[in-house]
């Protein structure tokens, strides 16, 4: 049998190939057979039809798989075909380097795109059937475009990413792939990039493939029934959060330098704290989201993950630019020119109290330890730290309508209603109810909101908040919840994020240190329209003194 990329079934009716997980509790994928990656056919339809596989040497019992509605890899080229990893191995072919340092070396001849794509390909076919990381892989695509990268730099061609391997989530269209948004179905391929992909692509950048998200983005953890379950790094038992788990897993895993995720709720800055990453929410409007003039109607941006400050800052100035078809369109700002400067001394507004929600708040110990060290780290490096809290008012009302209507508009385009998940479809309702008056409410109050707001930075630079109330949730936790406390656990894990993106303002999650288990926090910093400026720099001074991205997952390091 030839295993193709997956923890869970993947699985081609007409080659009869395909792999599964083992065991008692595997979950039950039911879907459609999506045309093979590997032999090309298109696959029969299998709806809801269970078949028996044979399990791979060692393994005891038979699997119960059932098709899915996704082949996540195209034919892989010799020598990536047939790898896999062993249990508890450490995971080979590690990308040396981040992306700037992979940028520089393949400018200076020391490495070819080739070789840096092999590798990035090697260690996704070794963390795949772990952490589940990728919806879909760019095997033969990426290889073509890495030796095409060589010929531009042997040619002296030089880009900011020239030949370097990136990914980008599933929400994002790609020329020749589906987006799928963590949605089941038969998607058909995009004819075109979206401009985040296009910007992303004219700076050089090969794209290795599109990363794993939740249904429609709507939860903090990314698991689903159309690709399963994507799991962290640093504890395959957790999530990486939500919704660019996949970004994330891929990024903390090494499998590339840095990924482009998006945020409607917190969806960068949630998974960076909990794989111990650096996640940059820029300004509304900062990374196009054409071909839609916005995103979840405004609440939503592309932005970011990285092990660095400087890593992140440069993918996002790379995505950065408006499409004349936005309907956001900042003025620039200079974040390169942010890396490595001085902030200068900074007033920093300590926030630990979330905005009002109609559900309890509590924040672990842990999440607060964390946030407070981020706190003392500050004052040590000369700033002026003051508790100080956000006058947020009912901001929550008004985020409501938008978001529900945001999952209305994407469940719509859906080619099988029936596959999406329950919870997706009461949020459809409730956004076909909601999509009136009061969304037309919830969008004339945001000038208010920023008013109210906005006050704070009168009086200080910087906001400073946790990154979320709690460590890394368990994965499969809210898996079988209803949708009313499915919502009620995001507020209450979650509470911290989302009100910058009804303001539309920019945010960064950086690492702030681990739980006594060893599962990692995050603290956001916080500031008001175009402040990516202050914030990178702040949060680079950050990573000077703390050096987060020396620590990496167990097994995922480069030793």
Do not use: P
């Given at each position: 049998m030839v295993r193709v990329l997956g923890s869970l079934i993947r699985w081609c009716a007409s080659c009869e190939t395909g792999s599964a997980v083992y065991g008692p509790r595997s979950p039950v994928v039911r879907g459609l057979c999506a045309p093979c990656g590997l032999c090309g056919l298109p696959g029969r339809p299998v709806l809801r039809s269970t078949v028996r596989a044979p399990p791979p040497p060692g393994k005891g019992g038979v699997a119960h798989v059932t098709a899915v509605s996704v082949s996540l890899c195209e034919q892989l080229p010799f020598p990536y075909r047939g790898l896999s990893t062993g249990e508890g191995d450490q995971v080979t072919g590690f990308i040396a380097g981040g992306l700037g340092d992979q940028a520089r070396a393949l400018a200076a001849g020391e490495v070819s795109s080739r070789e840096l794509v092999a590798r990035a390909l090697r260690r996704i076919v070794e963390t795949q059937p772990t952490l589940n990381a990728f919806r879909r892989v760019r095997a033969s695509s990426a290889a073509e475009e890495a030796e095409a990268a060589d010929l531009r730099l042997a040619a002296g061609e030089r880009l900011p990413l020239l030949g370097v391997p990136v990914a980008v989530k599933d929400d994002m269209d790609l020329a020749g792939e589906p987006t799928a948004f963590g949605c089941a179905g038969d998607f058909s391929p995009k004819t075109a990039d979206s401009e985040a992909v296009r910007r992303l692509r004219a700076a050089g950048a090969v794209i290795v493939g599109k990363t794993n998200t939740p249904e429609i983005g709507q939860f903090p953890f990314t698991e689903g029934l159309a690709f399963g379950v994507t799991r962290n790094p640093w504890s395959p038992g957790h999530t990486p959060g939500g919704s660019s788990g996949g970004s994330a897993a891929a990024v903390a895993a090494g499998v590339v330098a840095a990924a482009l995720?998006?945020?409607?709720?917190?969806?960068l800055r949630i998974p960076a704290a909990w794989t111990h990453l650096v996640g940059i929410k820029p300004q509304r409007g900062r990374v196009s989201t054409w071909p839609e003039p916005e995103a979840f109607q405004g609440i939503t941006c592309h932005g970011p993950l990285a092990r660095t400050v400087?890593?992140?800052?440069?993918?996002?100035?790379?995505?950065?630019?408006?499409?004349?078809?936005?309907?956001?369109r900042p003025a620039p700002v200079d974040m390169l020119g942010a890396v490595g400067r001085e902030p200068g001394r900074l007033r920093i507004a300590l926030s630990l109290r979330p905005a009002f929600a109609a559900t309890r708040h509590w924040l672990d110990p842990a999440a607060r330890?964390?946030?407070?060290?981020?706190?003392?780290r500050l004052e040590a490096l000369g700033h002026e730290v003051i508790e100080e809290e956000p006058r947020y008012g009912l901001i929550g009302l008004t985020f409501v309508p938008r978001s529900m209507a945001g999952i209305r508009e994407w469940a719509d385009q859906a080619p099988d209603q029936d596959l999406l998940d329950a919870?997706?479809?009461?949020?459809?309702?409730?956004?076909?109810?909601?999509?009136?008056?009061?969304?037309?409410?919830?969008?004339?109050?945001?000038p208010l909101l920023r008013h109210r707001i906005g006050e704070i930075f009168d009086r200080f630079d910087v906001v400073l908040t946790p990154s979320t109330a709690v460590p890394p949730l368990r994965t499969g936790e809210m898996a079988h919840l209803s949708t009313r406390r499915t919502d009620s656990a995001m507020i209450a894990a979650c509470p911290y994020s989302w009100p910058w993106n009804i303001l539309g303002w920019p945010g960064v999650s950086v690492p702030a240190g681990f739980t006594d288990g060893g599962l990692p926090l995050g603290a956001q910093l916080l500031g008001p329209g175009g402040g990516e400026p202050l914030l990178i720099s702040l949060a680079g001074q950050l990573e000077d003194d703390l050096r987060w991205f020396e620590r990496w997952p167990p097994g995922f390091g480069p030793g």
């Open positions: 995720g998006s945020d409607g709720a917190g969806s400087a890593d992140a800052a440069l993918l996002l100035h790379v995505a950065s630019g408006s499409h004349a078809g936005d309907l956001h330890a964390a946030t407070l060290r981020i706190a003392e919870r997706t479809k009461v949020n459809a309702r409730l956004g076909l109810l909601l999509g009136g008056g009061a969304l037309r409410a919830a969008r004339a109050a945001e």
